[in-house]
């Protein structure tokens, strides 16, 4: 009697530490489950954030006439306020003239680090593509915007120069021109003016 008493006394014990053994593998893998959803949700939170923190704005855009039309423009672009840094390398610009669109991406070969010889001067407008914009720096104080890492940060201003030409065999009066500027991650810069009717000068306003 008291060998069966102990063999289930013994059986008990067993089931018992089994059942702990299985309450903590479980209690285990919820801990590690929540971790991992917790670090999930962090990242998540870390990247909307950037989505919504970071960003580009067109400040302005300028064009330059030839033959009564526009054959190239000039897009003024900085940071929205408290953006993080942006390279422009994997920057994108979408543009229509309401009859064609085109997607261009920046070329290190269509760079200066100044305005030296005017806004429409300085690159060779014949290096520019229907697919390729140039950068003109016009205020970089920490030299973060060079040829090959073109990063735009805070207080940062530079222009992205675009063959019209080539894009859509220039840019005549009365035209509905539109687009954005995708930044790699973060708020696009809009673009969207209607050209005046007549060209008067060779450098026109058309977007404030």
């Given amino acids: ?3 069966i008493n102990a063999d289930i006394g013994v059986g008990s014990l067993i089931i018992f530490i089994a059942m702990i053994l299985v309450a903590g593998i479980s209690a285990s893998v919820m801990i590690q489950t929540m971790n991992n959803l917790q670090q999930q949700a962090l990242r998540t939170s870390e990247e ?3 989505d919504i ?3 580009i704005r067109v400040t ?3 064009g330059y006439v030839r033959n009564s039309k526009i054959t190239q ?3 003024f672009v900085s940071t929205t306020a408290a953006s993080e840094d942006i390279d422009l390398a994997y920057g994108v610009l979408s543009l229509s003239d309401s009859s064609n669109k085109v997607i261009l991406n920046y070329s290190s070969l269509c760079y200066s680090s100044s305005a030296s010889n005017g806004l429409f001067g300085t690159l060779n407008s014949s290096n520019l593509t229907a697919s390729h914009y140039g950068i003109i720096v016009i205020r970089d104080a920490d030299g973060s915007c060079t040829a090959s890492t073109p990063i735009l940060n805070d207080q940062d201003l530079v222009v992205l120069l675009v063959n019209s030409t080539k894009c859509f065999s220039g840019i005549g009066p009365g035209v509905d021109v539109a ?3 995708y930044p790699e991650s973060g708020v696009s810069g809009s673009i969207g003016f209607t050209t005046p009717s ?3 000068g060779t450098i026109l306003d058309l977007q404030p």
């Fill in 1 to 3: 009697m008291e060998n």
């Fill in 48 to 50: 909307t954030l950037k």
């Fill in 53 to 55: 923190s970071s960003g």
């Fill in 60 to 62: 302005h855009v300028s």
């Fill in 73 to 75: 423009l000039a897009f």
């Fill in 179 to 181: 687009g954005d500027i």
């Fill in 198 to 200: 007549s060209f008067v």
